[in-house]
């Protein structure tokens, strides 16, 4: 990526069927749920990337990069239930661990994690 990712922004919509509609936020591009596919850090395909972010007002934003010539990067407002899926998709759960994504830590908490067995008989017994 030839611009500094640090500088370079994305032009956030409703969702990814609103593109020629109202620009609701300008994010910074990242691509924290890349992973190694063994070639290529991608994400949606070659040349495909995405990364998440939120926003102030606590919205969740899913940006979406592409490499490809005469396509523009986007992003998308999702739900936290989204958000954390897309985390568990791209094997990035360390961003769980951020201050950022800490409702998406206790939602996964909620949800996902099973009591031990040691505990489920423990809990039996009784």
């Known amino acids: 990526m030839g611009r500094s990712a640090k500088q370079y922004r994305v032009n ?10 109202d620009v609701i936020a300008r ?9 190694w596919d ?10 495909r990337h995405k990364g998440l972010t939120k926003l102030k007002d ?5 940006i979406h990069g592409t490499q490809w010539q005469g396509e523009k990067d986007w992003a998308e407002i999702i739900t936290p239930e989204q958000a954390l899926q897309e985390i568990l998709k791209s094997g ?5 661990d951020t201050k950022k994504f800490a409702e998406l830590k ?3 908490e909620e949800k996902y994690l099973i009591e031990d067995d040691e505990d ?6 009784d």
């Open 12 to 21: 956030v919509y409703e969702n990814q069927y609103d593109l020629d509609g």
């Open 27 to 35: 994010v910074r591009y990242n691509q924290n749920l890349d992973y």
């Open 38 to 47: 063994g070639r290529n850090w991608q994400n949606g395909g070659v040349g």
């Open 58 to 62: 606590g919205r969740y934003v899913l």
């Open 92 to 96: 990035n759960t360390e961003l769980l």
């Open 106 to 108: 206790k939602l996964y």
């Open 120 to 125: 489920l008989e423990e809990e039996s017994l």
